[in-house]
């Protein structure tokens, strides 16, 4: 089946470790995206990437490096300048230049730091 | 950057009730979603509706872009409808997952 698929679905992260959650995707999207939710809180914009081996940063990319080396592929590292790195989160994929395209959500990555 | 705004925070129903959940936005938009939200996280896509009325079911939704709100219906409500329900809209560019969300509404719904 045709879907998004990130793992690890739990994470516990030592201060001061860097870690990298795994983002994959089938649909032949060109674009992706991370995203954070805190509790209560909306989604907030990590990173983007509209064509491998290019990103751009969204409105939260401080402590956060991404690549995009394979169309299927968008890795988020968490590093340990991200000063409050607990949070929920979630990669998404959509279809590049057309107005009649949504986002689609993977089930997510919930990171603590112990 | 774009606000967006939902109501109420949080909803309480009895099974079978019908409800009316707002999405109000400050700006012209490219594109708007409603997602679901289950008690797992995972955002479940409802409706791509940048304009007009869609229905899905026992939920709808209009959007009425000139006047910058959209609104999701749901009728009958059931138990397994508890959640959180967002907003989100997309106001530019190639890039149409690029997406600003609202802060969200708990739906609880009673048996």
């Known amino acids: 089946d045709g879907g998004i698929t990130q793992s690890p679905k739990y994470l516990f992260r030592k201060e001061g470790q860097n870690v990298t959650l795994s983002c994959e995707q089938n649909?032949?999207?060109?674009?992706m995206y991370w995203y954070r939710q805190d509790p209560g809180q909306g989604l907030r914009l990590i990173y983007y990437s509209q064509i491998v081996n290019d990103f751009q940063k969204g409105d939260i990319a401080e402590g956060y490096s991404v690549s995009r080396e394979k169309k299927e592929s968008f890795p988020l590292t968490v590093t340990s300048a991200q000063k409050n790195p607990t949070a929920f989160y979630l990669c998404a994929s959509s279809i590049v230049g057309s107005p009649l395209s949504e986002a689609f959500f993977g089930q997510g990555t919930r990171l603590t730091v112990v | 950057g774009i606000q967006v705004e939902q109501s109420p925070p949080d909803l309480i129903l009895q099974e079978g009730a019908n409800s009316t959940l707002r999405c109000n936005f400050s700006d012209s938009v490219n594109n708007l979603q409603w997602f679901h939200q289950n008690p797992w996280g995972q955002l479940i896509n409802l409706f791509y509706i940048p304009s007009g009325t869609k229905q899905n079911g026992r939920l709808s939704a209009t959007t009425v872009a000139t006047e910058r709100y959209s609104l999701l219906y749901i009728s009958s409500s059931q138990t397994t409808d508890s959640g959180v329900y967002f907003c989100?809209?997309?106001?530019?560019?190639?890039?149409?997952?690029?997406?600003?969300f609202g802060q969200g509404t708990i739906l609880t719904v009673h048996p």
């Open positions: 989100a809209v997309n106001v530019g560019g190639t890039s149409y997952g690029k997406l600003t």
């Open positions: 649909l032949n999207h060109d674009a």
